[in-house]
Structures are given as structure tokens and as C-alpha cells.
Nanobody
């Protein structure tokens, strides 16, 4: 079992930046594929970014060049640096951990990001 706790959400103006963090509970954190999803009101969960234990990254098209996913395995921490935020980035953001690239076995409780003037 892996417990994931997100932090760093909040209210930001369009064009602003936020950094989300996710701390995992297990020492085997480095073995997991980690990801960030988001869910906007009335919409389904959407994959934002995913990162393998070896450092391979993928991004959803709309965040490419604006968001950066990173991990610090020594601190069991996953981060999402979000720049040039847009109102359409408003959503609850979730951290996930999976045993392989296609799995999202564990989810955090989510953190709200609101982009508004």
C-alpha cells in the first residue's frame, strides 16, 4: 500500500505559476511509475504527465512546454512545476503511483488549482 499526499494547490492569476508536490509513504517509491492527473468540474480525469523510475516523461499536449514533472526518490517526492497557467488548467490535481506504465494503482486525495483573475 502506498499513501500519497499532495500539496501546493491554490488560487493563481492567469499567466502565473504554481508547484505541486506529492509525498509518498513507501521506501520503494523509486520503483513506481508516478503521474499527475486532473479533473475539472463536469469532466473525466485527464492524464497531465507521467514519469517512469528511469526518468522517461510524457505530457498531455495542452501542457507541453508549460508544465514539468520531476521526482526526488531520496525524498519520496514527486513535483509538478506549472508555468503560464490558463483558466482551463483549473481542476483538482491528483498524484498517482503505479507498478507499471499502464497502471495507476494508488491515488492521492487531490489538491485544488484555480486559475482566475
Amino acid at each position: 500500500q502506498v499513501q500519497l499526499v499532495e500539496s501546493g494547490g491554490g488560487l493563481v492569476q492567469p499567466g502565473g505559476s504554481l508547484t505541486l508536490s506529492c509525498v509518498g509513504s513507501r521506501s520503494a517509491f523509486s520503483e513506481y511509475v508516478m503521474g499527475w492527473y486532473r479533473q475539472a468540474p463536469g469532466k473525466q480525469h485527464e492524464l497531465v504527465a507521467r514519469m517512469s523510475s528511469a526518468g522517461f516523461r510524457v505530457y498531455e499536449d495542452s501542457v507541453m512546454g508549460r508544465f514539468t514533472i520531476s521526482r526526488d526518490n531520496a525524498k519520496n517526492t514527486l513535483s509538478l512545476q506549472m508555468n503560464s497557467l490558463k483558466p482551463e488548467d483549473t481542476a483538482v490535481y491528483y498524484c498517482t503511483a503505479g507498478s507499471n506504465w499502464a497502471a495507476d494503482d494508488y491515488w492521492g486525495q487531490g489538491t485544488q488549482v484555480t486559475v482566475s483573475s
